[in-house]
Nanobody
Framework: QVQLVQSGGGLVQAGGSLKLSCAAS????????MGWFRQAPGKERDFVAA????????YYADSVKGRFTVSRDSTQNTLYLEMNTLKPEDTAVYYC????????????????WGQGTQVTVSS
């Protein structure tokens, strides 16, 4: 019943910015921790950023801290990832995630996934 539909992504030059969106349906956002993961070719799906169930606390992987910002609009039921100062190593498929009752941090425990969207950062 829960659906996470992603938009955004694409090709951007190194140093540029990109914003991803994740429109959620079939869930009550204040009951879910929500966040983002990414998976590069040949690698595991890794944690990027997340919000607590309350939306007050933010969590970031060390590799993106200070460059990426996660936020949500509960009125629109939409999660965002603002990516700044992008680097070629940020190239990956990015996945929106929702986990009931807790912020998503471990991919194996995520309840719901978006379809994924490609982000490619050129040099």
């Amino acid at each position: 019943q829960v659906q996470l539909v992603q938009s955004g992504g694409g090709l951007v030059q190194a140093g540029g910015s990109l914003k991803l969106s994740c429109a959620a349906s079939g869930l009550y956002m204040p009951s879910y921790g929500m966040g983002w993961f990414r998976q590069a070719p040949g690698k595991e799906r890794d944690f990027v950023a997340a919000l607590s169930v309350s939306g007050v606390s933010e969590y970031y992987a060390d590799s993106v801290k200070g460059r990426f910002t996660v936020s949500r609009d509960s009125t629109q039921n939409t999660l965002y990832l603002e990516m700044n100062t992008l680097k070629p190593e940020d190239t990956a498929v990015y996945y929106c995630a929702a986990q009931y009752g807790a912020p998503p941090h471990w991919a194996s425990r995520v309840d719901n996934w978006g379809q994924g969207t490609q982000v490619t950062v050129s040099s």
